[in-house]
């Protein structure tokens, strides 16, 4: 999906200016997601969202079930600040390995009963990347991951408090990857962290 405003080992060298992903808006920062494992991911597609102002279309994996792949995400900063943060929110039974953390330091793990929230901080300045390994054990069929980022630790932690006031509907999302509760999440999301950059994608278990 589009990175939406509302250190690292594989950082690449420093810009004067930030490469923009495509589709994107944001303030102080963009976040783009993808997943990745050369015997895990079968395909990756661009698929398009209901109607939502700015955003309109995201990534879809199919990944084989119970093959080891991998989550990544870059931040295109735009203020050179020293510290950036960001929360993984995935289906609770997906086996994400923590352990191999690698371009940010991890600060906690959540279990929210559908969903589980993994909160990370990098030091980077400029462009830096995320990389954590994963098992896609969440079950056969769709499923759906948020990525919500704030130069803030603590202001990204109290938009996790807030957000789950809406734990059904991301809930939901992790549980089914459908567009029109990914379109419903983003609303609320955009409402409760107006000021939190936003990416997201679907996976389907084959």
Request: glycine share 10%.
């Amino acid at each position: 999906m589009v990175g939406v405003t509302a250190g690292s080992a594989l950082a690449v060298p420093i810009q004067k200016e930030p490469i923009k992903p495509d589709d994107t808006i944001g303030i102080g920062a963009y976040i783009k997601s993808t997943l990745h494992g050369y015997h895990a991911v079968v395909s990756e597609i661009t698929i398009p969202l209901p109607p939502i102002t700015f955003i309109t279309k995201v990534r879809y994996y199919k990944v084989r079930h119970n093959e080891l792949g991998g989550i990544a995400v870059k931040i295109y900063r735009i203020i050179p600040l020293t510290k950036y943060a960001v929360a993984f929110y995935v289906p609770s039974n997906l086996k994400v390995w923590t352990s191999s953390l690698n371009g940010a330091h991890l600060i906690n793990v959540e279990d929210k009963g559908r969903y589980k929230v993994i909160t990370v901080e990098t030091n980077s300045r400029f462009t830096s990347n995320i990389r954590m390994g994963i098992t896609f054990n969440s079950g056969y069929g769709k499923h759906g991951i948020l990525v919500i980022g704030h130069m803030s630790a603590s202001v990204l932690q109290s938009y996790i408090m807030s957000l789950a006031s809406a734990g059904g509907i991301i809930g939901g999302f992790m549980a089914t990857g459908t567009t029109a509760l990914l379109s419903e999440a983003i609303g609320i999301i955009l409402t409760l962290a107006s000021g939190a950059s936003l990416d997201a994608l679907i996976y389907e278990e084959v």
